[in-house]
Antibody, heavy 122, light 109 residues
Framework: QMQLVESGGGVVQPGRSLRLSCAASGFSFSSYGMHWVRQAPGKGLEWVAVISYDGSDKYFVDSVKGRFTISRDNSKHMMYLQMNSLRVEDTAVYYC???????????????WGQGTMVTVSS | EIVLTQSPGTLSLSPGERATLSCWASQSVSSNYLAWYQQKPGQAPRLLIYDASTRATDIPDRFSGSGSGTDFTLTISRLEPEDFAVYYCQVYGSSPRSTFGGGTKVEIK
């Protein structure tokens, strides 16, 4: 079945870096733009970043621009979120998400991973 | 950027009652590209409704979405015990970036 599995979360000090990974299976990964969505403890959902099916287009929420990068390896069915200069306010569960259909910009989030927790704390 | 405001913040109802959740957009939503998600504690969100009124796969017909322009509604016709959760609306399609509303918690009265 279609599945997304995140990994790489953990506890990190402010200013440090962390790389999240998302392993996809059960669908044609290379056809879909892929997203990261996060949720701070007890808070709502916040879209973080998207990468197009071929990695040529990338967009970020303003609060992470210049600090986070997104990438993918279609041969491995993997997506990554490199998080640098982490801040306390980046503390959240990070979800890897696939849209319902493979049309860039039609971002109805159909398949969600289980999430990986990132805690930024001194 | 479109800002979504959900109301009420919390809805206290009993099983069997009707739930009406609202989502207001700061500007008109193109092509009614609005979705609703359900999230239970400790779980990832689940897609319920997209394009304002289309139910996602395997979503019971007690869930319905309506609205256009800036005003949207999610209705749960008769609440089942498993429906008590937090519900989010989301706008999409106008740019590669998405925006979520702040959420409505439906709790047992």
């Amino acid at each position: 079945q279609m599945q997304l599995v995140e990994s790489g979360g953990g506890v990190v000090q402010p200013g440090r870096s962390l790389r999240l990974s998302c392993a996809a299976s059960g669908f044609s990964f290379s056809s879909y733009g892929m997203h990261w969505v996060r949720q701070a403890p007890g808070k709502g959902l916040e879209w973080v970043a998207v990468i197009s099916y071929d990695g040529s287009d990338k967009y970020f929420v303003d609060s992470v621009k210049g600090r986070f990068t997104i990438s993918r390896d279609n041969s491995k069915h993997m997506m990554y979120l490199q998080m640098n200069s982490l801040r306390v306010e980046d503390t959240a569960v990070y979800y890897c998400v696939r849209p319902l259909i493979a049309v860039f910009g039609y971002d109805v989030f159909d398949i969600w991973g289980q999430g990986t927790m990132v805690t930024v704390s001194s | 950027e479109i800002v979504l405001t959900q109301s009420p913040g919390t809805l206290s109802l009993s099983p069997g009652e009707r739930a009406t959740l609202s989502c207001w957009a700061s500007q008109s939503v193109s092509s009614n590209y609005l979705a609703w998600y359900q999230q239970k504690p400790g779980q990832a969100p689940r897609l319920l409704i997209y394009d304002a009124s289309t139910r996602a796969t395997d979503i019971p017909d007690r869930f319905s979405g309506s609205g256009s322009g800036t005003d949207f509604t999610l209705t749960i016709s008769r609440l089942e015990p498993e429906d008590f959760a937090v519900y989010y609306c989301q706008v999409y399609g106008s740019s590669p970036r998405s925006t979520f509303g702040g959420g409505t918690k439906v709790e047992i009265k």
